[in-house]
């Protein structure tokens, strides 16, 4: 599930709490290992968006610290790209370390996350009808800067971050192919430091007792329905709408809101 909602835009965060309560899964003796568990699952997710952009990754890495320690003109798009993810990934990584106890405290219920699922949903589904023929060669830093605003959204469970910063990115002019790619390569800044600075608190606590294993089969398995995810959504943007996305997301808010309603969970 992780895996899969990471890269789809159906929010992954808010999967991870809605599975669980429609099931009545109760596994995690307490906060902190349910936090450890998700951690792997997240490092899983990040290890499978790595190896499917490593080449890319590669020339993003030396062409941007060229521009730093060259310092030549003209720059080369994957130079510009590399910081621009950057600038990017500022505004949700800054928002989530001063009010991430108060996201945690207050939204992630179930009738919130099915609202967002509904209300971002129809959001993507209208950002994507906007026509857009804009590359990254094109890219400025004012859009890398309104695409990390918007995806302080997703910070809230249901919203998709996946689906947020293709919704801003089709906004404003970008075609679906870059949207995506942008989103995803976009991960990887915000995963890695939300990862690593859980397991830095993961190791000072250490390992809860029996959950090795189930870390690393989460890591696997989350890894391996990750990079499906990242190859399917980039094959089927290329000829196809995110009207099938917005039509699933539409269904299960209906569906938890008239679960909640009825009382029986």
Not at 121 to 149: K, V, Y
Request: positive net charge; without cysteine; glycine residues 10%.
């Amino acid at each position: 599930m992780q895996g899969l909602s990471e890269f789809l835009p159906i929010s992954s965060s808010g999967h991870l709490l809605l599975v669980p309560w429609l099931f009545g899964w109760n596994d995690f003796s307490d906060v902190s290992v349910e936090k450890a568990f998700n951690v792997s699952l997240h490092l899983g997710t990040l290890i499978a968006v790595v190896i499917y952009f490593r080449h890319d990754l590669v020339r993003y890495v030396r062409d941007g610290l060229r521009m730093v320690v060259q310092k030549k003109k003209p720059h080369t798009t994957e130079g510009r790209l590399a910081w621009l993810l950057v600038v990017a990934s500022i505004p949700a990584g800054l928002f989530g370390a001063f009010a991430g106890n108060w996201i945690d405290k207050h939204l992630g219920k179930p009738v919130i996350i099915a609202a967002s699922l509904i209300g971002f949903g129809l959001l993507l589904a209208w950002a994507d009808r906007r026509r857009g023929q804009r590359t990254f060669e094109e890219m400025t830093s004012r859009d890398a800067i309104a695409i990390g605003l918007a995806q302080v959204l997703a910070l809230n469970p249901g919203t998709s971050r996946s689906g947020i910063s293709i919704s801003a990115s089709r906004v404003m002019g970008f075609d679906r192919d870059t949207a995506v790619r942008f989103s995803f390569l976009l991960s990887i800044p915000v995963t890695a430091g939300a990862v690593a600075v859980k397991m830095l608190d993961l190791f000072t606590d250490s390992i809860p007792d029996g959950l090795l294993i189930p870390m690393a089969v989460g890591i696997l398995t989350s890894g391996m329905s990750g990079w499906l995810a990242v190859a399917g959504l980039l094959k089927l943007v290329r000829s196809k709408s995110f009207d099938a996305f917005v039509i699933y997301r539409v269904v299960v808010g209906v569906a938890i809101l008239a679960i909640a309603a009825s009382g029986w969970r």
